[in-house]
């Protein structure tokens, strides 16, 4: 687990200083967020702070609590602290498939090379799920997700959207 989360963390480190992240993504969520200033604060405020932070700290009935709520009640929830994840439409069983083969085999230059494959976001998904959750942990929750009548051809973003637009 500390090793998948250290080279996750060495790729993502080496790929900020190429413009991966800064995406039209990001400018489409903020257009998105725009749409509603309670949503936005809270994604605001879980970002700056933290989920479990803003879970623990925000006002009960009010919007954070409950977009804290949900996100921290969902595996992929911890997402939202990705700037771009809203309007991500990277497929959650792709994702999912992603961090099963991460437990089937050991970490390598290789394994490294596959991911980057998949995406620079995949990799900054993956630091930011397994700094909250053991990796064998991770899979089990995540397969248990899909099982749960999630459609598998849904993308990160707009689960993670439907858990937020409950709070409107």
Partial sequence: MKKALFFASILTVSLTGCDVFESSKAQIEQQYLSE??????????????GLQAVA????????????????DADPMGALVEVEG??????DLAGLVET???????????????????????????????L?????????????RLLEQGQNKTQDVGQHLRELIEQCQ
């Fill in 85 to 90: 994840a809203l309007q991500d439409s990277a």
């Fill in 56 to 71: 623990a700290s925000a006002e009960k009935g009010s919007v954070a609590a409950c977009v804290a709520s949900n996100l």
């Fill in 131 to 143: 700094g909250e959750y053991e990796l064998s942990e991770l899979q089990t929750q995540l397969t």
């Fill in 36 to 49: 509603n200033q309670e949503l936005k604060a809270a994604i605001e405020a879980i970002r700056e702070q």
């Fill in 99 to 129: 961090i099963n083969n991460l437990t089937e085999q050991e970490l390598s230059l290789e394994t490294i090379g596959q991911l980057l494959q998949h995406g620079a976001e995949t990799v900054d998904y993956l630091k930011t799920l």
